[in-house]
C-alpha cells in the first residue's frame, strides 16, 4: 500500500502563494486517485481538491476554484497542490489522500491519508 507524505506548508501572509508536495512511495502511485482535505482548529476535515489518477478528471472546492491548482506527475510520484491568493481562513493543516476507486469530494472515500502539513496565512 502506497505511503504519502506532504511537505510545502508554511507561513505565508495573505495574498501570497505557497505550493504544496504530496510524495507517495511506490510506483503503484499512478493507480491512486488523489485528493487534497484540510482541517482548521475546532473544525471538521474538508475538500479541497482531488484529481483522478490520470489527471483527466479535476474537482476543486467552491472556496478555492480559481485560487488552487491541482496536479500530478505519476513519474515522479508526486501531486501538488499550487495555492494562490491565500487568505487567512485558508489557514489549516493541510492533507493528501488517495483511493484506489473513488475521485471526490468525501473524506470518508479515501483510503490512505497522509500526516498534513500546516498553512498559516497571516492577515
Known amino acids: 500500500q502506497v505511503q504519502l507524505v506532504e511537505s510545502g506548508g508554511g507561513l505565508v501572509q495573505a495574498g501570497g502563494s505557497l505550493r504544496l508536495s504530496c510524495a507517495a512511495s511506490?510506483?503503484?502511485?499512478?493507480?491512486?486517485?488523489m485528493g487534497w482535505f484540510r482541517q482548521a482548529p475546532g473544525k471538521e476535515r474538508e475538500f479541497v481538491a482531488a484529481i483522478s489518477w490520470d489527471g483527466v478528471n479535476i474537482y476543486y472546492a467552491d472556496a478555492v476554484k480559481g485560487r488552487f491548482t491541482i496536479s500530478r506527475d505519476n513519474a515522479k510520484n508526486t501531486v501538488w497542490l499550487q495555492m494562490n491568493s491565500l487568505k487567512p481562513e485558508d489557514t489549516a493543516v493541510y492533507y493528501c489522500a488517495a483511493d484506489r476507486t473513488y475521485t471526490g469530494t468525501r473524506v470518508s472515500r479515501y483510503e490512505i491519508w497522509g500526516q498534513g502539513t500546516q498553512v498559516t496565512v497571516s492577515s
Open positions: 511506490r510506483r503503484t502511485f499512478s493507480t491512486y486517485n
